[in-house]
């Protein structure tokens, strides 16, 4: 059984900084190709960035590219995203995602992915 476990949220200014780590336990993490996606009230959960199983490729949604960025570090079965330059529009529940199936599609796509964590809330305050 797949468990990630999500960290790293809280309460910032805009324009700050916050990192999330996604901790990953039960097969092995090396094999995952792990994303993150966020839900904010009254809306529907999107894509914010996924990592491939190698690390090589890095995947961004246009609004976040180039203030998060995404990393994996397999040998501690964690991957972690680094957020700056945080704007209100930011706040949301922010979820790890992994996909353990081979031939990732589409890493945008949140029915890609097979296992879920809870959840860290992140807010931003103006």
């Known amino acids: 059984q797949v468990q990630l476990v999500e960290s790293g949220g809280g309460l910032v200014q805009a324009g700050g900084s916050l990192r999330l780590s996604c901790a990953a336990s039960?097969?092995?993490?090396?094999?995952?190709?792990m994303g993150w996606f966020r839900q904010a009230p009254g809306k529907e959960r999107e894509f914010v960035t996924a990592?491939?199983?190698?690390?090589?490729?890095?995947y961004y949604a246009d609004s976040m590219q180039g203030r998060f960025t995404i990393s994996r570090d397999s040998a501690k079965n964690t991957v972690s995203l680094q957020m700056n330059s945080l704007k209100p529009e930011d706040t949301a529940v922010y979820y790890c995602?992994?996909?353990?199936?081979?031939?990732?599609?589409?890493?945008?796509?949140?029915?890609?992915?097979?296992?879920w964590g809870q959840g860290t809330q992140v807010t931003v305050s103006s």
């Open positions: 995602a992994a996909r353990l199936r081979p031939a990732m599609k589409n890493p945008q796509i949140s029915n890609e992915y097979d296992y």
């Open positions: 039960g097969r092995t993490f090396s094999n995952y190709y």
């Open positions: 990592i491939s199983w190698s690390g090589r490729s890095t």
